[in-house]
């Protein structure tokens, strides 16, 4: 039976995304030990409505569900439900601030109590990435923790927030050092809810066993939708079993089996979760000038072009061949999503798929961003092949992202010289092994994933953090070259207590 989490005790937005269209993020820092704790104590009080304590991944998935049955039944859920929810991390910094014990603090693992600007060779942060050029306050000892607020209604979003900072213990104990407002794009027809590129974000989520129940639980008991490999949960929250690198006895893969629970830190950091942010700008115009320059040089057409790129067409829908349909039937010329919306937006289809069989990637290449990034059932460099896909299951991670900026050519802030991107967040159980493994190894590595001898795949076309690469964007072809056009402007990484932790850390 799966492990049950503690939800009630989990902050919202691990378990269970807020998936709010308004969301504001919140760089805190503490004024001193004392005071920051009493703020720590009046944001993690269940008496109060405001609090972390009433915004648990149990709330949220509630909510969650009850608004996608509202979708289902053709409402616009919005008009019947609405909430608001908060989530508060903390920094390595911020925690030495709170004045946690020099015993809690050495039991950190190296890469949190570095922090992100400190790892920037592992993260391939040069050039106009480098920390050196990222917006203050990123890159300094000073960001203490990250306040997350959010909301389906823009206006009750600023009273939330607004409510959450006019108290006289936040006045006492806490700065803001800045604040970085986030809405889902809206206002360009046919991109709602898109990323600032046009393609649909988020598809794709490992699912939790204990939580996702399985669309067939006889006849495929380990996922939860198709494709959707089912994962024990403490790949994401710590205390709980793991995933397992290896197939079992009978060599199934991913393996099923429980592993060993997740620990890191001190013993408080049960059922908390280590949270990676990344405010990453996107260059618009340049991204849309080469997708016509591409498909000019190679006579695709540009939905194509863009879906060889992403692996998905700005739909949502796979470049891949899913299980079901015939060979030779795909990709296709144009964007199929948009005249079968289900193509992308159904959770039965768009992720029922795998890369095995086109290990050259004749139709989705190797280094198309959603290859990179989860590479599936595809051979990579373990001791034995056949333990590829259960080890890829150990490097997930669950992403929470959002766009910041207005849409180009949008009434308000629609300049191609206006500031857009997107708020990348995920946790994890490990940023070692989880997000810095995955931006390192995999998408910043031009010879992964591995290949025949002479081909290069090249690094990932969307979030690879050099200014150029080249792409094989067809194994029968040489490289083509490519410009990167997403450079990180701030970011760090902070620990998501749990609850009761969040309280114990409140207290004087």
Known sequence: MPTLLALDNIQGNIVGGFNKDFQS???????????????????????????????????????????KAITADGKKPELYIQAEWTNIAISFQGLKAL???????????????????????????VGSSDPGGWITPFGSASVHA?????????????????????????????????????????????????????????????????????????????????????????????????????????????????????????????????????????????????????????????????????????SGCPVERRKFQPPGSWPQSKDPGIAKPELGASNTLNNNFEFGDDALGAVCPLASH????????????????????????????????????????????????????????CFQKSIATQFEFVQKLWVNSASFPPAPAGVVPGEDPIIAQSPSGTFQIDPNKPNIPVAHFVTTTGGEYFFAPSISALQQLGKP
């Open 25 to 67: 993020f919140l760089f805190l820092q503490f004024k001193s030990a004392a005071a920051g704790r009493s703020w720590i104590a009046e944001i993690s009080d269940e008496g109060n409505d405001l609090s972390v304590a009433n915004s648990t991944s149990a709330d949220v998935l509630k909510f969650n569900a009850q608004f």
């Open 146 to 314: 990250l306040l997350t607020v959010a909301a389906d209604d823009e206006a009750k979003l600023i009273a939330r927030t607004k409510a959450i900072t006019s108290t006289t213990k936040f006045a006492a104990g806490v700065s803001v050092l800045l604040t970085v407002e986030d809405r889902t794009r809206l206002d360009v027809t046919g991109e709602a809810g898109h990323e600032h590129f046009g393609f649909k974000d988020g598809v794709s989520q490992p699912g939790l066993r204990g939580v996702d129940i399985p669309d067939d639980p006889i006849g495929d008991p380990d996922q939860g939708h198709p494709g959707q490999d089912l994962l024990w949960p403490g790949e994401f929250v710590l205390g709980y079993p793991t995933q397992i690198p290896k197939v079992n006895a009978s060599g199934a893969s991913p393996n099923p089996d429980p592993g060993p629970v997740s620990t890191s830190g001190p013993s408080w950091t049960k059922d908390g979760s280590y949270l990676v942010f990344r405010r990453l700008a996107q260059d618009v115009p340049a991204f849309h000038q080469q997708i016509a320059t591409i498909a000019a040089t190679t006579q695709l057409t540009p939905d194509l072009v863009g879906a060889k790129l992403v692996g998905r067409y700005k």
């Open 370 to 425: 959603i290859r990179k990034a989860y590479p599936r059932d595809e051979i990579t460099p373990v001791q034995k092949p056949d333990d590829s896909e259960s080890d890829t299951q150990t490097h997930r991670l669950l992403r929470r992202g959002i766009p910041f900026g207005g849409s180009l050519g949008a009434a308000h802030e629609g300049k191609a010289s206006d500031p857009r991107g997107l708020v990348f967040q």
């Open 99 to 125: 004045g946690v014990s020099a015993g809690d603090l050495a039991m950190f693992p190296h890469e949190f109590a570095a922090g992100m600007a400190a790892r920037k060779a592992d993260l391939g942060d």
